[in-house]
């Protein structure tokens, strides 16, 4: 049976196509939570790496890490070890910054630290020996872009083109970063999505001294012309001057999504993320040349942008909020192309030229949020939610182009599309299979599992008398792609209250998964919280639970990092930095009947002879001091060779449990067992750990931990 109740994935048959699962391919699926607590599987670990305030450095000084993180994508160093990561910092909140949330009241120190406080951070991490990643500060690599600094270069047709007032050749900054996607280049891609929302928070020319934020800047249009474009940059190179790419269109980008064949035009898939917009693709006129960047570099500069047109109808409609589907789950299509004219508000132009009702039967589809390209080509869409379409919990839809050929265009290429998985409510009883509401962001494991990321809008986030109530938090969840669970979502990880799960990304190894946890507690304004009375906060996530009333503070967007630790309990490298928890914030330990709180205290006085032939012979002798009686369980981990000679995971070599009556230094002997022996003696190195726990009297445990190395002498 490939599935427990318990919704424990058997890797060996339900994740049939992988040779080597990875430390994400099998886990106790999470039940729905509406607690104000992050939180992973048991065997997980996970913890912030940085927040919205938290300050970095690089030569030239101190930088501060924005508001609200969505994309991230990790760029690496040395391999999963150290890398920098891209990342979209997409609003600011007025309310949480600095209290003033009526736009015309602002100063224009208010409104500064608003645009500092979005773009996007270059984060230079490491991780540390207890398999902990930081920031590494200084570092030349860390960076911001905000949203006024630097000046960024516009390309393509619309770049300095007097037909299109507004734009010219720069922008100041980069606004309404969502999420993004990366280039084979090297480079970032970042998606200016709700750009119209800038000018109602009034960062007009008397706070800002320029018109740049303002509706149409010169223009006919209605919203900022400068913003609302995908823009590149170079995470590796900090004098990379950062360019808006006018030939993608101006509409609201949620990400890029990329097939590349050797010399054949490069294809870049987008999506519209509004309700109603269009599936994108552009094609570009130059060839994708491997190795080449600075040809490659020329790429998004030139080339034609699409759109797709779907039959029969391009929108999953329902006959009520929650009800039954009223529209076909597939069908074909073909991508039409966008006119130069269409460009600078594609959307709107686009259903200008084909008229309203055509566009909204053909072209309108449920907020198209992440594009994600398959490895054999097939396109996933996430349709996050539409409510003109009575789609409460969207789906996720496979696009198959014509022939596999990303560049088929016009109506002689019709593309087939089936809807792949629907969000909503499943009726299955197993835990955390309760099934997805509000797919978003999107990403593929190595395995070939779907990992989805939810958005349920945090206005009805745990609202009872909402479809999605069932839902309870926003939630990342993993679709196995065949065996016997093709297609279930099981829940991986839960957001703490009102947040929703951005950016999610593997590094290379697939030993992290990374996370941005977005606006927790956005509805704080909206809920008759009081600025700077944090108790009337609606989350106080990451440093406290509103759930449990744990330690009230203001809530803060903040970047995660999960892995999946070894079986030793307890800081591996001994330095006494506590251990993170599969929980975020990590619960109080609660108090035992009859605990005095002060458990035994415990050091270590010698850790015997530390060689491999004293191990596999009468084993480790190793003496520790206890100042009270108390149990001690002592347990010796270490890590074999495996067979395909690398160093396999921390495994359990011996464990011994004794009592010491009298306080004192007491002397405790380790012996693997005959099998472990023979295996130690073919090692020529062993590294390992030493964990003790003193129980007392009372019940009191007090843990240490020691990294030991045996060598053969
Ligand atoms: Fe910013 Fe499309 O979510
Ligand atoms: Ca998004
Ligand atoms: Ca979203």
Redesign the pocket.
Known sequence: MALERTGYLDTATALANTAEPSDFSAFRALAASAADAFEVPEGYRAHVIAGYGDQFANEDGTLTYGFNN?YLAYFPLNGSQEGLLFINH?YPAPFFQHGVTNAANKTAAQVQLEQDSVGNSILHVKRDADGIWGVVSPSRYNRRITGNSPTLQFTGPLADNAAYPGIGETASGSLAN??GGITPWGTALSCE??YQDYPGLGWDQARTGTTDYVNGNGSTLTSPAKYGWVCEHDPYDPSFVGRKHTALGRFRH?NTAFRAVADKPFVLYMGD?VNNGGVYKFVSDLRFRPGRREENLKILTSGKLYIAYWAPQSRRTFDAPGGNLTSPTGGTGYWREVTEAELVDTNARIAASVGSAEFQLHYATNRP?DVEVDEDGTVYIALTNNSTANDTHGSIRRLHEAGNDPTAVGQGAQFTWEDYAAGGPTGRPGTGEQGFSSP?NLTFDKAGNLWVVT?ISSSVLNNPTNPNAYHRNNAVFMLPRSGPNAGVAFRFANMPLEAEATGPYFTPDEQTLFINVQHPGEETPNRGGVYGTVETYTSYWPKGNKTTGQNPSKPIPSLVAITKLPDVETDPDGDDTPPPSNVIPAPPTPPTPGNDGTPARLSFVSSGRQNLASLTGTGLDFKLRVDEPATLTVTLYGQLTTRKGRRGKPRQLARVTQRVNVSGEVTVRLRPSAALRVLLRRERAVPASLAVTATDAAGNKATRTKRLSFRRS
């Open positions: 969505d997409e969502c999420s999505e709700n949620e993320d949020e978003d958005d």
